[in-house]
């Protein structure tokens, strides 16, 4: 450990004392002490580490995120940050209640999340913070343990969005999305009760599907050469047959109006290949004036796109990467908003002289495929989906540029969340605060437990699995068949192992570790193959 380390380490520890961390005293956890730092949450939908140019993946040339790598800068980026099940709604009970799907009863999409449980927001409220959540929510039920809330009804809307007032009344504000989110954010900030810490969630819709842009950024990586994934046109052997019966690819699935923009009245007499299931309600939300806007950018480039399409000079591979380009355009202008909303909240606070006492946290609620298999969507426990973007400043505790290698995942924040305000976390939670890491001390965990449970959208089949630093298994009981991935010499996890000779012993070794992980978080059942349609 270097001297700066050993510094904050110490620093840290004097810190807890006083906060009374271990021996938490009632009086040290009701006093709402101004120095018990405020937490500000900045979180996305469906942000892929890739589209994040802090994390150095294929795509950091041309990620639009230089307030994230502020805070990156700063801060942390763990390297290897990790969901529990990917997708939308269990992701965020898990990281309210530090629990794995099962034990929270978050499951899938479409649950409703049970509010009467232990969440961290409701701690640090009853121990004297001031809380907020902003933006998208998607739990069903109404937030507990904040002071204040605005939300968005069920996935919420890009153009014109209504919130979800606390008197459970509905207001559309007009303009975009994930700039409304933030000017509530800070407005709330600014009116808070300013004698105690704070802890703000605020929690942006994009960049999930549809992807659409505000409309200043249409057209911002029409210049931009955009990488290809490797696997863009994976055709799914060596791996479970459950994977060539997906449901996302760009190629057979992507949308034409819905996702692609190209509306059906653009279109004349060029009839182009299925699916075009959705329409256009993204547009049909605009104003007159906001459609112009939008018209002006596409219009020309989907004419152009439909005279090359039917002279059969867009078609095959080529019409894939038309497709791969178009998402991609949208997608990292979305990302555009949402970093330049980060920026705002970083000056906020730096305005206001509260970087100092401040945890900024940027994370989404799963990674996301940007082409990578052929891929749009998330779910799967392959690297893309799997993996959380967790980038964290803490001025005086966490040392600017660290590149956090440990294996964390989203039932750790809660405790984390905990810990920071000097408070000691519930018994039965199943992740760990990770604060230590910011020490370098200590052992820290060598595998994590992934369930994903859904069964429609997409074709995703329920799987279940471990990871380590290197290896991944991961086991299908719809079609009871087991992958297992060296992502040192195959990163790109396009062929599984387990049957071939000289991984034997880890097989065994990691459904073994498998059992043992299930076992300790008394996971239910594997879902029986004829049980499931
Ligand atoms: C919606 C999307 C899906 C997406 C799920 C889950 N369809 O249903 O493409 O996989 O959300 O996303 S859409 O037509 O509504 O855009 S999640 O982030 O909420 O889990
Ligand atoms: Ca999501």
């Given amino acids: 450990m270097n001297r700066t380390l050993i510094c904050l380490a110490m620093s840290l520890c004097c810190g807890m004392q006083l906060l009374g961390v271990g021996g938490t005293s009632a009086a040290a956890q009701d006093s709402g002490t101004a120095q018990r730092p405020n937490i500000v949450f900045l979180f996305s939908d469906d ?52 629990k794995h799907s099962h034990a929270n009863g978050f499951m899938r999409n479409g649950n409703k999340f049970d509010p009467n449980q232990w969440t961290f927001a409701k701690q640090l409220q009853r121990t004297g913070y001031s809380t907020a959540v902003i933006g998208k929510w998607h739990l069903s039920s109404n937030p507990v343990g904040f002071d204040h809330w605005e939300v968005l009804p069920g996935q919420g809307n890009y153009y014109n969005p209504v919130f979800l007032q606390m008197d459970g009344s509905k207001k559309k504000f007009d303009g975009y999305v994930t700039d409304l989110t933030t000017d509530k954010a800070l407005r709330w900030l600014d009116s808070r009760d300013k004698s105690k810490p704070f802890m703000l969630m605020c929690q942006h819709k994009a960049p999930h599907r549809t992807f659409s842009p505000a409309l200043r950024h249409l057209g911002a990586f029409d210049d931009v050469t955009i990488p290809e994934p490797d ?36 279109r004349g007499d060029v009839k182009l290949p299925a699916p075009d299931r959705y329409g256009t309600p993204e547009y049909n939300r605009m104003t007159p ?23 059969g000079k867009v078609k095959g591979k080529d019409l894939v990467r038309w497709k791969y380009r178009r ?36 994370s989404s609620d799963q990674g996301f495929f940007l082409g990578e298999h052929g891929w749009y969507d998330k779910r799967w426990m392959f690297e893309e989906s799997f ?21 964390i995942q989203n039932i750790d924040y809660a405790p984390t969340f905990l810990e920071m305000a000097g408070l000691t976390s519930p018994a039965n939670l199943h992740g760990k605060s990770i604060v230590p890491i910011f020490s370098e001390s200590g052992d820290w965990r060598k595998s994590l437990y992934y369930a994903y449970y859904e069964l429609g959208e997409h074709a995703v089949p329920q799987h279940f699995g471990v990871r380590t630093e290197r ?10 068949e087991w992958n297992l991935f060296d992502l040192k010499t195959d990163p790109n996890e396009m062929r599984s ?37």
């Fill in 47 to 98: 942000h892929a580490v890739n589209a994040i140019s802090a994390y150095g993946g294929p795509l950091k040339d041309v990620a639009p995120t230089p307030n994230i790598d502020r805070i990156a800068r700063q801060g942390a980026v763990f390297v290897n940050s990790f969901c529990a099940n990917s997708i939308c709604g269990p992701s965020r009970a898990t990281i309210l209640t530090g």
């Fill in 231 to 266: 696997t863009l046109f994976d055709q799914y052997a060596n791996r479970s047959r459950t994977l060539a019966a997906n449901e996302m690819e760009i190629d057979r699935h992507f949308d034409w109006a819905y996702d692609a923009k190209v509306r059906q009245d653009e």
């Fill in 497 to 533: 192992v387990h049957t071939e000779p000289g991984y034997e012993l880890k097989f065994k070794e990691l459904s073994a570790e498998l059992a043992r992980l299930r076992n300790q978080f008394k996971a239910p059942p594997y879902p029986r193959p004829k049980s499931v349609p």
């Fill in 327 to 362: 998402y991609m355009r949208n997608y990292l202008s979305t990302v555009k908003a949402v970093d330049e909303n980060v920026g705002r909240v970083l000056d906020y606070l730096e305005a206001n002289d509260l970087s100092d006492n401040t945890v900024v946290i940027y």
């Fill in 471 to 480: 290896h991944k298994l991961i086991y299908f009981p719809t079609t009871n």
């Fill in 387 to 407: 993996r959380m973007p967790f980038v964290i400043r803490w001025p005086g505790h966490v040392k600017p540029g660290t590149r956090a290698k440990q294996l």
């Fill in 289 to 311: 004036s906001q459609r112009e806007k939008w018209d002006a950018y596409y219009g020309p480039h989907n004419k152009q796109f439909l005279a090359d399409y039917a002279a």
